[in-house]
């Protein structure tokens, strides 16, 4: 039996490098990213736009160092990307991810996003553990957010459960295990030895899914310009010196 399994390992080898080829130009599938048979995106985005969509969770070490990487990364996307981030949920109850529904929904997120990293993994402001209303009073506290928009957006339950759904379907398709994950396009996890390699993959494939640019039109050619008609010069007869011979 052993013999056999080795055998036939052995003759599915020459298979390995044809699976292994990119399907993105230029890129290798098992380097750069890995396609995922049921992934889409997580939002909808117009004809031609590319998503690239961070899972992270406020309490991991690695996604509060990635977090101002990632964010001065945006800033060089091409025209035909966006960075869209989607919060690690556990379950429905999950308050990490219901603090950036809320914030989400407040208008407060470019406030609070970089504040709870800082409260968890800086100051110890917020411990790991922290419950819902422990993470929504520190929230209540942070200058420029408005309190009562907060507090409505959290305890807005149909709002937060379809917000939950959304983004535990979407990490369940993409097969995400860890945080940070960087999924293109919805169909390609992000692969990366360091957190600036996978900002340079991450970087390649979205190149990669350009939409294609139409060919330049042809210079229409053109007739060169006929000569301009020149009069003919006037023929003026010699005087006449000698009348008698006109008729």
Same mark, same amino acid.
């Given at each position: 039996? #052993?013999?056999? +399994?080795?055998?036939?390992?052995?003759?599915?080898?020459?298979?390995?490098?044809?699976?292994?080829?990119?399907?993105?130009?230029?890129? @290798?599938?098992?380097?750069? =990213?890995?396609?995922?048979?049921?992934?889409?995106?997580?939002?909808?985005?117009?004809?031609?736009?590319?998503?690239?969509?961070?899972?992270? *969770? =406020?309490?991991?070490?690695?996604?509060?160092?990635?977090?101002?990487?990632?964010?001065?990364?945006?800033?060089?996307?091409?025209?035909?990307?966006?960075? $869209?981030?989607?919060?690690? $949920?556990?379950?429905?109850?999950?308050?990490?991810? #219901?603090? =950036?529904?809320?914030?989400?929904?407040?208008?407060?997120?470019? +406030?609070?996003?970089?504040?709870?990293?800082?409260?968890?993994?800086?100051?110890?402001?917020?411990?790991? @553990?922290?419950? &819902?209303?422990?993470? +929504? %009073?520190?929230?209540?506290?942070? #200058? &420029?957010?408005?309190?009562?928009?907060?507090?409505?957006?959290?305890?807005?339950? *149909?709002?937060?459960?379809?917000?939950?759904?959304?983004?535990?379907?979407?990490? !369940?398709?993409?097969?995400?295990? &860890?945080?940070?994950?960087?999924?293109?396009? &919805?169909?390609?996890?992000?692969?990366?030895?360091?957190?600036?390699?996978?900002?340079?993959?991450? #970087?390649?494939?979205?190149?990669?899914? *350009?939409?294609?640019?139409? %060919?330049?039109?042809?210079?229409?050619?053109?007739?060169?310009?006929?000569?301009?008609?020149?009069?003919?010069? !006037?023929?003026?007869?010699?005087? $006449?010196?000698? !009348?008698?011979?006109?008729?």
């Amino acid at each position: 039996m #052993r013999t056999l +399994l080795l055998t036939l390992a052995l003759l599915l080898l020459p298979l390995l490098p044809a699976r292994a080829q990119s399907s993105l130009p230029g890129l @290798t599938e098992g380097v750069e =990213y890995r396609t995922l048979a049921d992934g889409q995106p997580y939002q909808p985005l117009p004809p031609g736009m590319v998503e690239v969509a961070e899972v992270f *969770a =406020y309490t991991c070490p690695h996604c509060a160092h990635f977090a101002p990487m990632l964010k001065a990364w945006e800033k060089q996307l091409p025209p035909h990307a966006r960075l $869209v981030l989607v919060p690690w $949920v556990s379950d429905r109850n999950d308050p990490w991810a #219901r603090i =950036y529904f809320a914030a989400r929904k407040a208008g407060a997120l470019d +406030l609070l996003h970089p504040r709870l990293f800082a409260a968890i993994h800086d100051t110890g402001e917020l411990p790991r @553990t922290a419950s &819902g209303p422990q993470i +929504l %009073a520190f929230a209540s506290t942070v #200058r &420029g957010v408005n309190t009562t928009a907060l507090k409505a957006a959290w305890q807005d339950e *149909a709002a937060q459960l379809d917000a939950l759904r959304a983004a535990f379907e979407f990490e !369940r398709r993409t097969e995400v295990e &860890g945080t940070p994950t960087l999924i293109v396009a &919805g169909r390609y996890q992000i692969l990366g030895n360091s957190y600036q390699n996978l900002l340079d993959n991450a #970087r390649k494939v979205v190149a990669a899914l *350009a939409p294609a640019q139409p %060919a330049p039109a042809k210079p229409t050619p053109t007739k060169p310009a006929s000569a301009p008609l020149r009069a003919s010069p !006037r023929r003026v007869p010699p005087p $006449v010196t000698d !009348r008698s011979s006109l008729p």
